[in-house]
């Protein structure tokens, strides 16, 4: 019944058992510690492990070097469910030296756990040859759960190589077992789900990893909404995306209620941190961005794709906030630490970042030379989503690139075709306010009096939802195609007609009247 996902009713099973049938068991304390984790109850697992070890004593139950390797096992699955990966992989290596081949099970978890604790330091070589043996020796026993487990932690670890197109063809798989086992409301599917939706974001297939996302949020129900975090954060980013910040917005205030109602790992905070911050910027809210800098959690290391993130998230916040100096340190040690580990796609990512941070510096030709490694780097990982998210500010020197002849013929398909997308989604960013719903807005009867009294022009309106779309002075004039001081003009002029003080209070204005209209 585990090994099929049937946890719920094996659960129920188990809590019809009284104390002594329980305890004098250690099998059945070992399985009832491990449907708590399956069903990521992790906090639940030491405790149940304690528990049984009380329990067992008083009873006189003396474990054999066999049960004994079983507990080891699931010490060090919960050791690593705790961010202690040298306790795990001590305990995971002492359980298999205790084992025989007939556990097959704790023999499963504790070469899973040697795995997982290779991927977490950066050892990614090491860290897929044992998730490969771990997905063998579980599809050998039918331990489906825990071959599914060992195929996501491959896909995670071929992303970082930047094999991600090895990565997509592994997770097709997991989806078949999925299928074959009836695995789907196996929690490890939202995990799937999730993993997918990262990669069609990155691949700028917006639609899919939308739909992946609300897959996810399905798969997991009501149960623990603590759990949608992930899903929120991808919903969001794709919506930031579109230039639909209304609807980010009521999906930003889920993130921000479910990060302080509950404590999660940094593999989930960067995430969602990345969505805030994406959110803020396009705000224009740098009060906020400041104040999450200022209580950012700071890896030791950047040895792994969340901690990587994580420093890219703290680089992002230091550029916007004008802290040059400090952003290029902390994108000097990104680079070191991904060049070190052979993360590929971390690297693809840090390098667009660092060329964000040249544009801001004013080192266009420095900035240029990132993007071109970053374009060698993206004809291995496909990761173009990582330009887009920063295409107002890259686009003009991807044009650059492409106008001089400075790239192979790969990459400069791959700028043409990344142009071709910004300039998509910076248009469809900017439909709102166009005249006939500027027409529809005016004759609303809940329109704002100053509104009514105070008309804008069409382009005044154009530029006030240009600016909610996050653009910036120079990026209007170019999508206006007028000069910069005709831009600065209707700026205030509708800041004087609205009584508007800031670019702030602008966005406010336009996603209150947006939202009067339904939007």
Not at 68 to 82: D, T
Not at 134 to 147: D, P, S
């Amino acid at each position: 019944m585990f090994n099929h996902g049937e946890l719920t009713t094996l659960e129920d099973a188990i809590g019809v058992l009284s104390a002594d049938q329980l305890y004098s068991q250690p099998k059945l304390c070992v399985l009832q510690a491990w449907l708590a984790q399956s069903q990521h109850r992790y906090n639940e697992v030491g405790e149940l492990i304690a528990k049984a070890g009380e329990e067992m004593a008083a009873r006189k139950v003396n474990l054999s070097k066999k049960e004994e390797g079983e507990f080891h096992a699931l010490r060090a699955q919960v050791a690593i469910n705790q961010n202690s990966p040298d306790q795990a992989i001590e305990l995971a290596e002492l359980a298999l030296s205790e084992l025989d081949h007939s556990e097959y099970r704790s023999r499963i978890v504790a070469t899973s756990v040697v795995g997982e604790v290779n991927h977490v330091i950066g050892n990614l070589s090491r860290a897929l040859s044992m998730m490969q043996q771990t997905e063998k020796l579980a599809r050998q026993y039918h331990v489906y759960h825990q071959a599914l487990w060992a195929q996501l932690q491959q896909s995670e670890i071929l992303i970082a190589q930047g094999y991600v197109q090895a990565a997509f063809e592994i997770q097709e798989s997991a989806f078949k077992l999925i299928e074959e086992q009836q695995l789907h409301q196996v929690p490890l599917h939202e995990f799937l789900l999730r993993v997918r939706a990262q990669v069609l974001w990155c691949w700028n297939r917006l639609d899919e990893a939308e739909e992946c996302a609300y897959k996810g949020i399905d798969v997991l129900g009501n149960i623990d909404p603590s759990k949608h975090l992930h899903s929120y954060s991808m919903i969001a980013r794709i919506a930031i995306g579109r230039g639909e910040l209304d609807k980010a917005s009521k999906v930003i205030e889920q993130i921000q209620h479910l990060i302080k109602q509950s404590t999660y790992h940094v593999d989930w905070t960067a995430n969602a941190s990345l969505s805030l911050l994406l959110y803020w910027q396009a705000r224009n809210d740098m009060e906020s961005i400041e104040q999450w800098l200022e209580t950012a959690t700071r890896p030791d290391e950047a040895c792994n794709h969340f901690s990587q993130l994580q420093w890219r998230n703290i680089a992002r916040a230091q550029i916007q906030l004008g802290q040059h100096e400090q952003a290029q340190s902390t994108l000097n040690f990104l680079e070191q630490e991904a060049s070190k580990h052979q993360l590929v796609t971390d690297r693809n990512r840090n390098l667009i970042v660092e060329a964000i941070l040249n544009v801001h510096s004013k080192n266009e030709d420095q900035a240029k030379h990132l993007l071109k490694e970053a374009l060698v780097l993206t004809n291995q990982t496909g990761m173009i989503g990582n330009f887009l998210i920063d295409g107002a500010t890259i686009g003009h020197l991807l044009a650059n690139l492409v106008s001089k002849s400075d790239l192979g013929d790969l990459e400069r398909h791959r700028a043409q075709l990344l142009m071709k997308d910004i300039n998509t989604t910076q248009r469809s960013r900017s439909v709102h306010f166009n005249e006939e719903f500027v027409e529809k807005l005016v004759n609303h009867p809940n329109i704002p009096e100053l509104v009514r009294t105070s008309p804008l022009t069409q382009r005044e309106w154009q530029v006030l939802g240009l600016i909610y779309s996050g653009f910036s002075n120079e990026q209007i004039a170019q999508e206006l195609d007028v000069a910069g001081t005709t831009i600065k003009t209707h700026i205030r002029n509708l800041y004087q007609k609205l009584n508007i003080a800031n670019r702030k209070e602008a966005i406010s204005t336009a996603e209150n009247l947006l939202q009067l209209m339904g939007y």
